[in-house]
């Protein structure tokens, strides 16, 4: 049978949604049905996002919260009216030589990748788990890590320990979860062209020696990514769960 990709009746939120692969996650999971709670700290991007997803036929709201704001994320995510699907996107990086990582950029990744993707995590877990039928309903959580969940590259080791940290997030998760039927797993892009990695990539000699390091010789498109999260929240993945998806055109292979 033609595996089913579909997610009609399902809610998800995605967090860090306003722009780059946070708006384009949502927008691939309206397409394939789902109602969508898009979640970040700018409302002006929140606005428009929403619009363009009702102007596509699509159903989403805006949730302005900040991922850090522990107190703000677990009253808002409590009181959605469902959820079904969490998408822990939000995250950033500061690039420094490890002998010089400053503390501010230290806390502040820490804070971010880690502190507040378990906040989110555990908040959406526990709204999916005060439905009574989850247990036959379901669920999926999509943690964002990286291909540097798994290698290192170099002025990175901060943003590096933190993705190692939630692929192990995602398997304790995964087991956890696994009989109340909510299945956990990651998805680890390789470079994709996002406001994030704009001002890295924007340097001639650094994009050259990236692209180089992907053997099928070129940047991931976010529909690349996008591809890999619909396809983890659908019932077409009902048997994976704990498992990390990476989508990098083969640098990890090497």
């Not at 409590?78 to 400053?102: C, H, Y």
Request: charged share 20%.
């Amino acid at each position: 049978m033609t595996p089913d990709f579909r997610l009609e009746g399902r809610t998800a939120l995605v967090t860090g949604a306003g722009r780059g692969l946070g708006a384009g996650m949502a927008k691939g999971l309206s397409g394939a049905g789902a109602r969508v709670v898009l979640m970040s700290r700018t409302r002006s991007e929140l606005d428009a996002l929403a619009e363009d997803i009702r102007a596509s036929g699509g159903d989403a709201d805006v949730l302005v919260c900040d991922a850090t704001d522990e107190d703000a994320v677990r009253a808002a995510i409590s009181a959605l009216s469902s959820l079904d699907i969490l998408v822990n996107n939000a995250g950033t990086n500061i690039p420094q030589p490890f002998v010089d990582v400053e503390s501010a950029a230290l806390d502040t990744m820490l804070n971010l990748n880690v502190r507040a993707a378990f906040i989110v995590a555990q908040a959406a877990v526990n709204r999916m788990l005060k439905d009574a039928d989850r247990a036959t309903r379901g669920g999926a959580v999509v943690n964002i890590s990286s291909q540097l969940g798994r290698v290192a590259l170099r002025d990175r080791s901060v943003y590096t320990m933190t993705k190692h940290a939630v692929e192990g997030l995602t398997k304790s998760m995964a087991i956890e979860l696994a009989p109340h039927r909510i299945r956990v797993n990651a998805v680890g892009p390789t470079w994709v062209d996002t406001p994030m990695t704009g001002p890295a990539l924007a340097d001639p000699d650094f994009r050259a020696e990236i692209i180089g390091s992907i053997p099928m010789g070129h940047l991931a498109q976010i529909d690349d990514i996008v591809g890999a999260v619909v396809f983890l929240a659908s019932p077409a993945a009902a048997m994976i769960t704990g498992a990390s998806l990476v989508v990098d055109g083969g640098w990890t292979a090497r």
